[in-house]
């Protein structure tokens, strides 16, 4: 257990609909990131937050939006779903804002279906 | 922006033998280099990480050998068991941030 976790574990919805996924990130841990993990793809950063400031951003969609709140967890909002965002979701914590200093624990992730 | 290639996508390897995955970025700016285990329906895990001021870091049965000049950096598992089965993901990152991620590699060790 890396002390992050994601809720829910599993959301099923249809097209067109909006979502909100949960991340709280270790104890102690500034920074939090977003990742995309397709079936047929590796991860996809999407972005970074730290002490609630966006950091840095990946390929994130227009369609998607998070935040990082003053108790230090995330929210990541997927919005206009289509199929192709069925996928599952990581978020990733680490103590500070480097991202090439601070080793990154994983959640669980969230698996999105989208039908 | 960074792009980072990861060979062979796919490893099959007899229990005992070594797996070498190796990984190439283009952005001469990265300069963090970690690896990520992820076993089936689990989350990644960071097996091991290389910093851009060394050349090669061990830990057991995993090292990791990188060659800026070549832009490329390897994992090595030796004398693999059957629990090295998993999706092996490498990544490149730059202190701006920017992290880019490998297509990962399927390793199955056959018992």
Redesign the interface.
């Known amino acids: 257990d ?1 002390g992050v976790t994601q809720t829910p574990k599993h959301l099923i919805t249809a097209t067109g609909q909006r979502v909100t996924l949960r991340c709280s990130p270790r104890s102690g841990d500034l920074s939090v ?1 977003w990742y995309q993990q397709s079936l047929d ?5 999407l972005i ?1 937050y730290y002490n609630g400031e966006e ?2 951003k ?1 390929n994130i969609l227009e369609r998607f939006s998070a935040q990082q709140f003053p108790d230090l967890h995330s929210e990541l909002n997927l919005s206009s779903l289509e199929l192709g965002d069925s996928a599952l979701y ?1 978020c990733a914590s680490s103590v500070r ?5 601070d ?7 969230t698996r999105l279906t989208v039908l | 922006g960074e792009n980072v290639e ?1 060979h062979p996508s796919t490893l099959s390897v007899q229990e005992g033998d070594s797996a070498v995955i190796k990984c190439t970025y283009s952005d001469s700016a990265s ?2 280099f ?1 690896w ?1 285990k992820q076993e089936l329906g ?5 097996i091991i ?1 290389i ?1 851009s001021n060394v050349g090669e870091k061990k830990d057991q049965r995993i090292a990791v050998t990188l060659n800026k000049t070549a832009k490329h950096f390897s994992l090595h598992i030796t004398e693999t068991q059957p629990e090295d089965s998993a999706v092996y ?1 490498c ?1 490149a ?12 590699t399927t390793v199955t060790v056959r018992a």
């Open positions: 890396s990131y793809q590796g991860l996809q950063f970074q950091r840095a990946g990581f804002q480097g991202a090439d200093t080793t990154q624990y994983f959640g669980p992730g | 990861q300069n963090y970690p990520y689990k989350r990644p895990q960071l990480d910093r993901f990544a990152i730059r202190g701006d941030y920017k992290l880019s991620f490998g297509a990962g």
